[in-house]
């Protein structure tokens, strides 16, 4: 067995290991549950106020809380250690990735699909494609992390940064592309989910973090509290996307090419960014424990964010809220696909070598030259 097969069975856990499995299963038990039990499914969607769907919103809020629980703030304090890195990645995360998925996004599904597709599910695929670039991932970036060999100090720093910015950045980006393709934006509505789905579990997972890491420590913390919440996760997760595509049976079942041509652009952005992060940390001469998980974190995205975000402003059997769930299927295989490469060329990176100093032999003390 190889190390990367190695470090993959014991850090990725069966379900982050056959994420895509699981998520091909929730959209047949999804599907089977709309066809099956339509008043079911109905119920479920009048259960809404201001535009979030209650038990949705709960399950999302199950999904993240965890996640910024594992952030450490304080980490901050060390941005300055690795500016090259940081900067690469900022720089790709919000200058370009949002910006690339829009044009890759206006591409494929304005024109290159767009007879397949049509004009409205074109301008909702885009709306939700854009959405997941406009969040940067957090918790899977310390695994991705992990399998390349990344410095983890490094990887903390940079999704502490990232989260900080999500904070103000993540609506302006989504209003301005949306509003550039010509896509309504109910401003209030994305103000809502940022507050609702970024800061309260933000602030929530810092607080809880420093009191419960005061009262328990740090060893009780890690490897009891958050294992315990880890399965929490994992359930909220495959509900939430079992009751989208409930909503969304019906597209699934008539077109189900829609969900390769969603993929087509997402596979794109990510090779394309994870690429440009890369390169720039070569050519910057970026040590490969820095490039590596830059590349990852430049390139994978917070698709819970993603989710909610689209279910609030687009609604449950939005085409948006398909596009970001594709974001889910396609994700660890993806990025998996990305360590690869990162480790198979891990020899283009001159690691620094440490130099011996030797000291002058010294004369015996009398003796003259």
Known sequence: MRKQDIKVATRLNVFERYLSVWVALCIVTGVAIGKVSPGLVGT????????????????IWLMIYPMMLRIDFSAIRDVGRRPKGILIVLFVNWLVKPFSMAFLGWLFFKYLFAGIIGSSLGDQYLA???????????????VWSYLTDGDPAYTLVQVALNDLIMLFAFAPIVIFLLGVSNIAVPYGVLLYSVVLYIVIPL?????????LLRINGPAWFEGVFLARLKPVTVVALLATLVI??????EVILGKPSHIVLIAVPLLLQVYFNSGLAYGL????????????PGALIGASNFFELAVATAI?????????????VVGVL????????VCSFCNRTRHWFAEPVAVPVVEPARRPIGRRA
Do not use: D, K, Y
Not at 128 to 142: D, E, Q, R
Not at 244 to 249: D, K, L, V
Not at 332 to 337: N, R
């Open 44 to 59: 479920l969607s009048r259960m809404e106020v201001s535009h979030v769907n209650l038990p949705v919103a709960v399950l």
């Open 330 to 337: 396609v994700e660890v295989p993806v990025m998996l696909s």
């Open 128 to 142: 939700g494609t854009i959405i997941l670039a406009a969040a940067p991932c957090t918790a899977m970036v310390f």
């Open 203 to 211: 602030a929530a997972g810092a607080a809880s973090r420093a009191a």
């Open 312 to 324: 609030s402003l687009f609604g449950l059997t939005s085409g948006a809220t398909l596009a970001t």
């Open 244 to 249: 989208i595509f409930a909503f969304q049976g």
């Open 281 to 292: 940390a070569w050519w910057l001469r970026v040590p490969h424990s820095i490039a590596a």
